[in-house]
């Protein structure tokens, strides 16, 4: 688990292709720091298992699956990555809970300066912004954001300077692909109670929603 509070921009030292899967290693320092085999680091906001390290790198297997549902296909040596190590118990939690497993790839169609901050729209795919919710969360490639506001293709967020220069956010441009990652609270509210939505056609009769149902539920 990951708050999508990126620790720091590692750098993509080997691509090694193992037929569909790769072997990725990367050049970092701090998430170097207590890290063990088997430990869990998120790379661009996707959930990775450490096979081996040194002094300055760790090394990753990326599955096929992996590769078809993320951007890890378009790095190449030396592309920079934002890097965080998974949450520890007790420490503060300064983002929102972020699983590290993409649920799909957008795409970045503005970037307009406003005051201070910078205003990214971002393209999505239908399953995404089915879940994106004005001041709700999300994760792009593995930052913790504020959504703005959301249409029916796309959504806006607004990136302070501080997480623009600190993460890859300040590498991507127009045209660029992003990882992303809906607030996983969403998607369990969902599957928990849609059996119970009007028209599901569930053995609940399709029960309407109300607020005694979700008393009876225990959600109020």
């Not at 190449?76 to 972020?98: C, D, K, T, W, Y």
């Not at 660029?176 to 998607?187: P, Y």
Request: include cysteine; glycine fraction near 10%; aromatic fraction near 4%.
């Amino acid at each position: 688990m990951f708050t999508g509070l990126v620790e720091e921009v590692g750098a993509i030292a080997e691509i090694r292709p193992a037929g569909k899967a790769i072997h990725l290693k990367i050049k970092s320092s701090k998430v170097l720091d207590g890290v063990q085999l088997g430990d869990s680091i998120a790379i661009n906001g996707i959930c990775l298992t450490v096979t081996a390290f040194d002094k300055s790198s760790f090394t990753v297997d990326v599955v096929p699956e992996t590769m078809r549902r993320t951007t890890l296909h378009e790095l190449s040596s030396g592309s920079p990555v934002n890097l965080e190590r998974a949450m520890q118990m007790g420490g503060r939690f300064g983002g929102h809970i972020v699983s590290g497993h993409i649920d799909g790839v957008g795409q970045i169609i503005s970037i307009v300066d406003e005051d201070i901050a910078k205003v990214v729209r971002l393209a999505a795919p239908p399953n995404v912004l089915r879940y994106v919710v004005e001041k709700g969360s999300i994760t792009i490639d593995g930052v913790s954001l504020t959504v703005m506001d959301a249409d029916s293709e796309s959504f806006r967020i607004s990136v302070i300077p501080h997480t623009w220069q600190i993460t890859v956010l300040r590498h991507r441009r127009v045209g660029s692909t992003v990882n992303l990652e809906v607030d996983i609270i969403g998607k369990y509210v969902e599957r928990l109670l849609g059996a119970h939505l009007p028209g599901s056609g569930s053995d609940a009769g399709g029960a309407r929603m109300s607020m005694d149902f979700l008393r009876n539920n225990g959600f109020a």
